[in-house]
């Protein structure tokens, strides 16, 4: 983290690190239904093996632990303000952009119908919740997130967003509402009341937000009781127990390949986290410069995916066709990065510093190196 600065460098990489997992998992399960046969269709196989959005998808939630709960400081109400529209500023004005590219690239083009109400629903961000599909799979995550900044509000407004025995509670709160009844289940004895698939992973990714925050204070060289430091350690230990488990499991007593699917890849993206945060600070200029544009990265390379996919099945452009895997999602991760420059250049940064402007009026205008806008 450079002088001055609030911003670290090599977080921005593991975000970019992340949002090209997802990205390599979308493509590479898209364009090897159709692509020439070739030893590049492994790039799906190692992808799809160890699922690679799932690990992308948990290093992002791990991020935002880290990240969003130490944005939350001051005087509880302005900050609390400021918190709010900043976040809405950040969030939602390129989101808002990415709806009506996904509506023609996953929807119009390809003959799909949806309707007028689940598109205005889809304006909101919570349009699952509401019991509507998101215009692009990818939309379920902003949710998610959405829940945790309301839960790290109410936690700053009761002053106890920073307390580490709170913070370790919600941790084993949470990840007990998923383990616990996967844990009855394989003995035999399940729940007599079944807990809903959404509500049960929501639990699960809350779980590995507040972990990221609780990282955040060991990480900050913050005071911390033991039982705080087992809680941190001791989650990222449970994962790879229960990687290790889903291999035993699997090789053992039940061949399901779902177990594996599971467990190893949530293990993995908190293990990866965990080192690059603390050991692997790779922060090279342009991964970390992928990282600050991550977010467009990810809205918007599911347009360029089906746009290109729809060019190249549906277009009269021989010379596109019978292409190697590899091939097409280079063109499609280079298309990404190409959309995502100008919208991180003339839709983020514009909403950014307007959120910032109406946060903190003249202090809105400092340089954005200078403040946390991850």
């Known amino acids: 983290m450079s002088a001055g600065s609030t911003r670290f460098a090599h977080i921005d990489s593991l975000r970019a690190i992340a949002a090209l997992l997802v990205v390599w998992m979308h493509t590479s399960e898209h364009f090897v239904l159709f692509a020439a046969p070739s030893i590049q269709d492994r790039l799906h196989d190692v992808a799809g093996f160890m699922d690679f959005g799932r690990i992308g998808v948990v290093v992002f939630f791990a991020i935002s632990g880290f990240v969003i709960p130490s944005s939350l400081r001051g005087e509880r109400s302005a900050c609390c303000r400021e918190f709010v529209i900043k976040r809405l500023f950040r969030l ?18 390809w003959g799909k119908d949806i309707s007028l109400p689940t598109i205005l629903w889809n304006l909101t961000m919570v349009q699952e919740a509401a019991g509507h599909v998101s215009i692009q799979g990818q939309y379920w995550t902003l949710q998610t997130e959405l829940v945790f900044y309301v839960l790290c509000m109410v936690l700053f407004v009761q002053g106890v ?18 383990f616990i009844p996967l844990a009855l289940s394989f003995t035999g004895r399940p729940l007599p009341f079944t807990v809903a698939p959404a509500v049960s992973m929501l639990a699960l990714h809350l ?24 809680a941190v350690f001791g989650y990222v230990a449970l994962w790879l127990t229960m990687a290790v488990f889903a291999v035993f499991y699997y090789a053992l007593v039940k061949p399901d390949i779902k177990i594996l699917h599971f467990f190893i890849p949530y293990s993995l993206g908190v293990a990866l986290f ?17 990282g600050t544009i991550s977010y467009s990265l990810y809205l918007f390379h599911p347009v360029a995916m089906y746009g290109f996919s729809w060019v190249i099945q549906n277009g009269d452009i021989h010379w596109l066709k019978n292409w190697p895997t590899g091939a097409y999602m280079l063109v499609t991760l280079a298309a990404t990065i190409a959309i995502s420059a100008v919208t991180y250049r003339f839709v983020e940064l514009p909403a950014i510093r307007l959120g910032n402007f109406l946060a903190h009026g003249k202090e809105g205008r400092r340089p954005l190196a200078q403040k946390v806008e991850l």
């Open 207 to 230: 779980g590995v937000m507040f972990w990221g925050a609780l990282f955040r204070i060991w990480y900050d060289g913050k005071a911390m009781p033991m039982l705080a430091k087992l």
């Open 161 to 178: 967003l920073r307390s580490n025995a709170v913070l370790s509670a919600l941790i084993i709160g949470f990840s007990s509402i998923f």
């Open 92 to 109: 939602y004005p390129v989101y808002w952009v990415s709806i009506p590219l996904g509506l023609v690239t996953f929807w119009t083009i």
């Open 274 to 290: 965990t080192a690059l945060a603390i050991y692997g600070k790779v922060k090279p200029a342009w991964l970390v410069w992928l």
